[in-house]
């Protein structure tokens, strides 16, 4: 790797990140989730709603800059007052 020239920006890519669901209104029937584990998967996550009618494949883990976990998710429910 070359030294750079004293006031050269060092230039990285920008990661490549998922647009989260809107978040939950009382017309809209997705919520955000926040403070997961950074090592929850979607079975864990999935399994702490259990008993809610939720669409199955509409969970959505965020990511940070680095692509990894962030703690937060979001799930869409079947009606806006199954994810009230």
């Known amino acids: 790797m ?3 020239e004293p006031g050269q920006s060092r230039q ?3 990661p490549v990140r998922a647009k989260p669901p809107v978040p939950h209104t009382a ?3 997705t919520i ?5 584990p950074y ?3 979607p079975d864990e996550i999935l399994a702490f709603f259990n008993g ?7 969970l959505q883990i965020g990511l940070d800059s680095l692509g990894r976990p962030s703690g937060e998710a979001w799930l869409a429910f079947v009606s806006p007052e199954e994810a009230a």
């Open 2 to 4: 070359g030294m750079r």
């Open 12 to 14: 990285t890519a920008a």
């Open 27 to 29: 017309t809209n029937s």
């Open 32 to 36: 955000k989730i926040r403070g997961l």
């Open 39 to 41: 090592r929850a998967v």
């Open 52 to 58: 809610y009618e939720y669409l199955p494949d509409s």
